[in-house]
Nanobody, 119 residues
Framework: QVQLVESGGGLVQAGGSLRLSCAASRNIFSFNFMGWYRQSPGNQRELVAGIFRTGSPNYADSVKGRFTIFRDNTNNTVYLQMNSLKPEDTAVYYC?????????????WGKGTLVTVSS
């Protein structure tokens, strides 16, 4: 069973920065994709940023230029650096990893970390 443990959330003022961490229980190269999603009250969970096994990143339009996803292969950890935070970034942020096992897509989720951006 894959375990993903997020950390780094908290309260920050608008314009500030936070770095989220997601520690995986096994080699992150075993996953096709790892990403950060977020969900705020009344809204669906949405993809914020992701990184493929190849290292190619992708970002939601709302965070381009402000957020950066990167990984530490040695420590099996994926990070989300969040700069110029806005109140609308307030949400629970979830780490996700994805792999294909015998033709079936498997998704794994962390429990989430809360980010609150005050105005």
């Amino acid at each position: 069973q894959v375990q993903l443990v997020e950390s780094g959330g908290g309260l920050v003022q608008a314009g500030g920065s936070l770095r989220l961490s997601c520690a995986a229980s096994r080699n992150i190269f075993s996953f096709n994709f790892m990403g950060w999603y977020r969900q705020s009250p009344g809204n669906q969970r949405e993809l914020v940023a992701g990184i493929f096994r190849t290292g190619s990143p992708n970002y939601a339009d709302s965070v381009k230029g402000r957020f950066t996803i990167f990984r530490d292969n040695t420590n099996n950890t994926v990070y989300l650096q969040m700069n110029s935070l806005k109140p609308e970034d307030t949400a629970v942020y979830y780490c996700n990893s994805r792999e294909v096992v015998t033709g079936k897509v498997m998704n794994y989720w962390g429990k989430g970390t809360l980010v609150t951006v005050s105005s």
